[in-house]
């Protein structure tokens, strides 16, 4: 089975702008979770979603928003992008019968904001 | 205090050596923990996770855990170069949202 993927891998982008990226799950995947990775502040969780439906969400400010569209593809959005935005982007999926606790991820998304 | 305590490291050890990872938490809801490989410019790999306390292998990986103490722990046998890596614990209640470690930084050395 092919990995979970996730495009683009690189971004530049400039504040104020705003920025969606995407990932595909491992094929009959259905629970998607995203992530922010920095060195400061390590691996935080976003939001993960279910059959379409956000089923956690992490301590982060409205800018940043997710869906996931039937096939269980899913993108993330950042509106009004800050500096600090800055961090690679992580998306894993999970197989259905597991509690969330065996996560697949993907190669992440590197985005900086300047 | 943090949910989850991880110390960054590096660690630097001789190839061969045993290598000792842990971690600290302080919520005691968490019942899930596991530990994730991190190589550099990629996504977290799975290596290994336990359900509750107690001790589960893998080959050169052990992974402990002490709910008592709120202290989980992984072990590497017979290090090697390849194990180079940021080792990352992770941890969750159940169906809830998994707290990560910043992650330990280990250096194995020829």
């Known amino acids: 089975k092919a990995g979970v993927t996730q495009t683009p891998r690189y971004l530049i982008k400039t504040r104020g702008q705003q920025v969606t990226l995407s990932c595909s799950p491992i094929s009959g995947h259905r629970s998607v979770s995203w992530y922010q990775q920095t060195p400061g502040q390590g691996l935080q969780f976003l939001f993960e979603?279910?059959?379409?439906?956000?089923?956690n969400k992490g301590n982060f400010p409205g800018r940043f928003s997710g869906r996931q569209f039937s096939n269980s593809r899913s993108e993330m959005n950042v509106s009004t992008l800050e500096l600090g935005d800055s961090a690679l982007y992580l998306c894993a999926s999970s197989p259905e019968g597991t509690g969330g606790e065996v996560q697949y991820f993907g190669p992440g998304t590197r985005l900086t904001v300047t | 205090q943090k949910e989850v305590e991880q110390d960054p490291g590096p660690l630097s050890v001789p190839e061969g050596a045993i290598v000792s990872l842990n971690c600290t938490y302080s919520?005691?809801?968490?019942?899930?923990f596991m530990w994730y490989r991190q190589y550099s410019r990629k996504g977290p790999e799975l290596l290994m996770y336990t359900y509750s306390s107690g001790n589960k292998e893998d080959g050169r990986f052990t992974a402990q855990v002490d709910k008592s103490s709120k202290y989980i722990s992984l072990f590497i046998r017979d290090s090697q170069p390849s194990d180079s890596a940021t080792y990352l614990c992770a941890m969750s209640g159940v169906g809830d949202k998994i707290i990560f470690g910043k992650g330990t930084r280990l250096h194995i050395l020829p």
């Open positions: 919520n005691s809801a968490f019942q899930y």
């Open positions: 979603y279910f059959s379409e439906t956000q089923r």
